[in-house]
């Protein structure tokens, strides 16, 4: 799984087209998936990319 923020130039989703993971763009958030100046978005954008990654892994498991 490869995730990253839309608002994060170094972000190259297309970069993942050919492996087996998984892409996840988040809206609005930068390299380390905040939101400037706006500590609840950022705070709320790591919260679902964290259960996104738990609802992978635990898919992985069955």
Avoid at 25 to 47: D, E, I
């Amino acid at each position: 799984m490869a995730i990253g923020g839309d608002a994060d130039g170094l972000w190259l989703p297309d970069r993942v087209a050919g492996t087996p993971a998984s892409v996840v763009t988040v809206p609005g958030a930068g390299h380390s998936l905040t939101v400037a100046g706006n500590w609840r978005k950022s705070l709320a954008l790591q919260s679902d990319a964290l259960e996104t990654i738990a609802t992978d892994l635990d898919a992985q498991e069955q």
